[in-house]
Nanobody
């Protein structure tokens, strides 16, 4: 009913930048908080950054000052601007959203398929 589609991952050198995008599509009534999670190989998925529907943001300590999450409510999209990237930022990044579907007006947590970010020289 509702899908999240990420884009923007890739290979970047240490110190470089990438911008991830996530678009929500489908039968959407409303979207609550949206977030980016990262999962490095062999590790658990962890919160990277989150943003509420009124723009309040939260960041993991290890990305504060380097990553910026933003949101366009008119397009049901969020972005993650990643600057000063480090090898330890290498992970699959997943978009997450709390969505009320217009099909049944029930709340559900939705995940995207993930986009790989590799930081390497």
């Amino acid at each position: 009913q509702v899908q999240l589609v990420e884009s923007g991952g890739g290979l970047v050198q240490p110190g470089g930048s990438l911008r991830l995008s996530c678009a929500a599509a489908g039968r959407i009534y409303s979207i609550d908080e949206m977030a980016w999670y990262g999962q490095a190989q062999g590790k658990q998925r962890e919160l990277v950054a989150a943003i509420t529907n009124v723009g309040i943001t939260t960041y993991a300590n290890n990305v504060k000052g380097r990553f910026t999450i933003s949101r366009d409510n008119t397009k049901n999209k969020i972005y993650l601007q990643m600057n000063s990237l480090k090898p330890e930022d290498t992970a699959v990044y997943y978009c997450n959203a709390g969505v009320v579907s217009s099909s049944d007006y029930r709340y559900a947590e939705v995940w995207g398929q993930g986009t790989l970010v590799t930081v390497s020289a």
